[in-house]
Structures are given as structure tokens and as C-alpha cells.
């Protein structure tokens, strides 16, 4: 695989620029990427045709409500507060982080354990921090043509482990006890990217009291001493049973599943490439994925660069295998289109949440060239760290809020 700086990965139309001209890029469109076919690992220039932009902002910013606001509108992460306040458990979900780290949770006997829906968000988030010590070994994004009936499993993308961490964080405001909970640790792991290159409180109280502090992600020089954990599968059952215990109890028409489904960038004009998720929300209307999930069982820093070409080629791929329809580009009234990626990377999970408009879609199809073509911007935001109840209870809010905006 090359040797990736942080550097290489664009955040801006001028830092995009200037890794294109770095590398002597051509004024190609989409469909060269089928030339990448042999290749056994996806490279700069092929992340490059994609025209993905990453930027990143903690806490701190995410829940100002005017930036919150422009993701998430007010009225739907209000409306979130006051339903998950009144629902069955919620409270006491929330509660019990004052009495329990993870790992005691599952181990105490107690009857103040028994959280109903939440039982078993508790109980898998601390399976995620019981990690078994093993040898990490190199992560590569492999990349193959999309599969065809003389494709085998050989051609097919690895994954490998690698660890990561985390620190404190603090939450604030009157819709909580201020806490500086203890330390967690993240899990991740990069799993088969590209599975074929075939590449707030009622009344008067503020918003604003869902204010938090930013949590410094655990730097790659320390991610060694976060080993992996066993199975990503564990990651994958927290992060889901979480999303769906949001949900459960009111009236949503969709629910989130942990069905690994594949998205194809490309027709039967060019080769193109599949990426599979591992997870979804779906529409119980007409079966439209609404949002994506992706997990790693070690932490997001081992190889964040690596992680971040996976999830801007999913995003791609999600985007032209289900463009908007007319219905929701005329709902937007001309703003760019926004669709969500949730990511948890051992403890820490992510919001990303990314924005396009339709001459990118018409980019994706083959229409225009790469230097015409505008891009697609992956705003991440986080860490939630899922072992500081505070910060679960504002990705709860925000979670349910989005579903909300998008199922009613």
C-alpha cells in the first residue's frame, strides 16, 4: 500500500488540488477508475476520483445549538429530548452510569442494574471494553473488481486489527451532573472496505444544556497500548442494540439493522467497486437506507487514514447506488444534501455527517469530469465516548432527532 502522510487526505478544494497535481492526476471521469481493477490496494489517486473532503470538529462545537442546528434541526432534537425523557428506562439508563462503569454492570447482581431496554446497550458496550491482548498486524485497504462470476475469494479484501483509545471528557449544564468520567477504551476495526473494486428539558430549560467538552481522541503514538478487541462482531451488536433501543418504543417507521449490505459505484458500462456496511437504518416505507453504520474494533487513530478512505468510498458508493430522489432535493429548497454516517471505533463513536449536491451525483454517473466535478464533504464530529453516560445521552438525543427528521 502507499505510504500515507496525514497530509494526504484533503480537507479542502485547495489541499485536494494539491495532492491531485502532486501526483500528475488527469482530467478523467469516474468510470477510469475500472482501470484500478488488478491493482490489490486502493491508492491515493483512486481515493482522489472520488472527490472526498474530510474536516472534523470535537464536542464543544457539535452541541453549540446554532452548529448542532445546522445537521440537526432544533425542533427535532427537542422533540427527541422530551420522548426519550418519557421513555420506558431511559433515565435509569442514564442513572446508572453514576453507579456502574461497564465492566460492573454486567457483574453486579444488584437490582438497580435492571434498566429494561437498556440492559443489554449496557451490557455489550462493556463486552467491547473486555479485550483480549493480541498481536496487532497490518491493516491494508485491499481493493478488487466487483465480483463477476470467475471472482474468487482470494481476490476479495482483508481486514486487519489494530487498537486505539481514549480520555476524559466533561458535561455540563443543568440537564445534568457536571462529571469528569474515568477513562474507556476504543475499539476498531477496518473491516472488508471495498468488498470489490467491483473501490432539552421541558419548559424553559436551554439547549444549550446539552452542552460538552471536547475529548481529545488517544493520538496514534499511544493507540499501541489499546490492543484490538476479540471480534468486531461485538462492536457491531453495541453499536446496533444502542441504536435500535432509541427507537423501540415509539412509533418510527424504520428500524436500524445489522445487515451488511452492498453498495456499487458503477453500472454495467464500467466495472466500478462494492463496499459493504455494517449496518443500517431503513425506511419501512419503500426500504431506502437512511442512514449507514460502520464499527472497527480498535481505536479510530491506529489507522485514521486508512479508516477514512473506507468510509468516504461508502459513502460514494451509497450515494449512487441510491441517489436522492426529486422529493428530497426540492424538501432541501436548494441547500446540499445531507446523510449520516454513524461509526464506532471500539469506545468512541462518531457522527459524520455528509454533504453533496446533485452535480456530484451526476458525477458518480459518469457525467462530468473529475476537475468539474464538485465534492463530497465528510463532516465528522466526536468522540461519544460510550462509557461517560453524559455523552450517551446527547447521541441519544441526536440519534433519535435525526430519525425523526427523516421517518415522519
Given at each position: 500500500?502507499?505510504?500515507?502522510?496525514?497530509?494526504?487526505?484533503?480537507?479542502?478544494?485547495?489541499?485536494?488540488?494539491?495532492?491531485?497535481?502532486?501526483?500528475?492526476?488527469?482530467?478523467?471521469?469516474?468510470?477510469?477508475?475500472?482501470?484500478?481493477?488488478?491493482a490489490s490496494n486502493i491508492t491515493l489517486e483512486q481515493f482522489l476520483h472520488l472527490k472526498v473532503l474530510w474536516t472534523f470538529q470535537g464536542l464543544t462545537k457539535f452541541t453549540d445549538p446554532q452548529v448542532r442546528n445546522e445537521w440537526l434541526p432544533e425542533r427535532f432534537y427537542n422533540e427527541a429530548r422530551l420522548k426519550l425523557k418519557t421513555a420506558p428506562f431511559w433515565n435509569k439508563y442514564i442513572d446508572s452510569?453514576?453507579?456502574?462503569?461497564?465492566?460492573?454492570?454486567?457483574?453486579?447482581?444488584?437490582?438497580?442494574?435492571?434498566?429494561?431496554?437498556?440492559?443489554?446497550?449496557?451490557?455489550?458496550?462493556?463486552?467491547?471494553?473486555?479485550?483480549?491482548?493480541?498481536?496487532?498486524?497490518?491493516?491494508?485497504?485491499?481493493?478488487?473488481?466487483?465480483?463477476?462470476?470467475?471472482?474468487?475469494?482470494?481476490?476479495?479484501?482483508?481486514?486487519?486489527?489494530?487498537?486505539?483509545?481514549?480520555?476524559?471528557?466533561?458535561?455540563?449544564?443543568?440537564?445534568?451532573?457536571?462529571?469528569?468520567?474515568?477513562?474507556?477504551?476504543?475499539?476498531?476495526?477496518?473491516?472488508?472496505?471495498?468488498?470489490?473494486?467491483?473501490?432539552?428539558?421541558?419548559?424553559?430549560?436551554?439547549?444549550?444544556?446539552?452542552?460538552?467538552?471536547?475529548?481529545?481522541?488517544?493520538?496514534?503514538?499511544?493507540?499501541?497500548?489499546?490492543?484490538?478487541?476479540?471480534?468486531?462482531?461485538?462492536?457491531?451488536?453495541?453499536?446496533?442494540?444502542?441504536?435500535?433501543?432509541?427507537?423501540?418504543?415509539?412509533?418510527?417507521?424504520?428500524?436500524?439493522?445489522?445487515?451488511?449490505?452492498?453498495?456499487?459505484?458503477?453500472?454495467?458500462?464500467?466495472?466500478?467497486?462494492?463496499?459493504?456496511?455494517?449496518?443500517?437504518?431503513?425506511?419501512?416505507?419503500?426500504d431506502d437506507v437512511l442512514a449507514i453504520v460502520e464499527v472497527k474494533p480498535f481505536l479510530r487513530s491506529a489507522k485514521e487514514m486508512v479508516i477514512q478512505m473506507q468510509e468516504g468510498a461508502q459513502m460514494a458508493a451509497w450515494i449512487c447506488s441510491q441517489p436522492p430522489r426529486a422529493s428530497e432535493w426540492k424538501a432541501r429548497k436548494g441547500k446540499p444534501m445531507i446523510r449520516l454516517l454513524v461509526s464506532q471505533?471500539?469506545?468512541?463513536?462518531?457522527?459524520?455527517?455528509?454533504?453533496?449536491?446533485?452535480?456530484?451525483?451526476?458525477?458518480?454517473?459518469?457525467?462530468?469530469?473529475?476537475?468539474?466535478?464538485?465534492?463530497?464533504?465528510?463532516?465528522?464530529?466526536?468522540?461519544?465516548?460510550?462509557?461517560?453516560?453524559?455523552?450517551?445521552?446527547?447521541?441519544?438525543?441526536?440519534?433519535?432527532?435525526?430519525?425523526?427528521?427523516?421517518?415522519?
Amino acid at each position: 500500500m502507499d505510504s500515507f502522510k496525514r497530509k494526504d487526505l484533503p480537507n479542502s478544494a485547495t489541499t485536494w488540488n494539491d495532492r491531485a497535481q502532486a501526483i500528475h492526476l488527469r482530467d478523467r471521469k469516474i468510470d477510469d477508475l475500472d482501470r484500478y481493477s488488478s491493482a490489490s490496494n486502493i491508492t491515493l489517486e483512486q481515493f482522489l476520483h472520488l472527490k472526498v473532503l474530510w474536516t472534523f470538529q470535537g464536542l464543544t462545537k457539535f452541541t453549540d445549538p446554532q452548529v448542532r442546528n445546522e445537521w440537526l434541526p432544533e425542533r427535532f432534537y427537542n422533540e427527541a429530548r422530551l420522548k426519550l425523557k418519557t421513555a420506558p428506562f431511559w433515565n435509569k439508563y442514564i442513572d446508572s452510569y453514576q453507579r456502574f462503569t461497564d465492566n460492573e454492570f454486567g457483574n453486579s447482581t444488584s437490582p438497580d442494574n435492571d434498566i429494561g431496554t437498556f440492559s443489554l446497550v449496557r451490557y455489550y458496550q462493556g463486552q467491547v471494553q473486555r479485550i483480549k491482548i493480541k498481536n496487532d498486524s497490518e491493516y491494508s485497504i485491499k481493493v478488487s473488481p466487483r465480483k463477476t462470476r470467475i471472482t474468487t475469494r482470494a481476490q476479495l479484501s482483508s481486514h486487519v486489527e489494530s487498537g486505539p483509545s481514549r480520555g476524559p471528557s466533561k458535561f455540563s449544564g443543568s440537564d445534568a451532573e457536571s462529571s469528569t468520567p474515568t477513562t474507556p477504551t476504543p475499539v476498531g476495526r477496518v473491516s472488508n472496505l471495498l468488498e470489490g473494486m467491483s473501490i432539552f428539558d421541558q419548559g424553559s430549560e436551554s439547549a444549550r444544556s446539552d452542552a460538552l467538552s471536547d475529548y481529545s481522541p488517544i493520538g496514534p503514538e499511544l493507540s499501541s497500548s489499546f490492543p484490538p478487541t476479540e471480534d468486531e462482531q461485538i462492536v457491531n451488536a453495541a453499536l446496533l442494540i444502542f441504536l435500535s433501543a432509541l427507537i423501540i418504543h415509539f412509533p418510527v417507521p424504520a428500524d436500524w439493522t445489522l445487515h451488511r449490505k452492498a453498495f456499487l459505484l458503477g453500472d454495467n458500462k464500467m466495472k466500478g467497486y462494492e463496499a459493504r456496511v455494517d449496518g443500517f437504518l431503513r425506511s419501512h416505507r419503500n426500504d431506502d437506507v437512511l442512514a449507514i453504520v460502520e464499527v472497527k474494533p480498535f481505536l479510530r487513530s491506529a489507522k485514521e487514514m486508512v479508516i477514512q478512505m473506507q468510509e468516504g468510498a461508502q459513502m460514494a458508493a451509497w450515494i449512487c447506488s441510491q441517489p436522492p430522489r426529486a422529493s428530497e432535493w426540492k424538501a432541501r429548497k436548494g441547500k446540499p444534501m445531507i446523510r449520516l454516517l454513524v461509526s464506532q471505533d471500539y469506545y468512541e463513536i462518531y457522527l459524520t455527517f455528509a454533504t453533496f449536491d446533485i452535480s456530484y451525483v451526476n458525477y458518480l454517473k459518469g457525467e462530468t469530469s473529475l476537475f468539474d466535478a464538485p465534492f463530497l464533504r465528510m463532516n465528522k464530529f466526536g468522540p461519544f465516548v460510550t462509557s461517560d453516560g453524559d455523552h450517551m445521552k446527547v447521541l441519544g438525543y441526536c440519534i433519535l432527532a435525526f430519525t425523526l427528521e427523516h421517518c415522519t
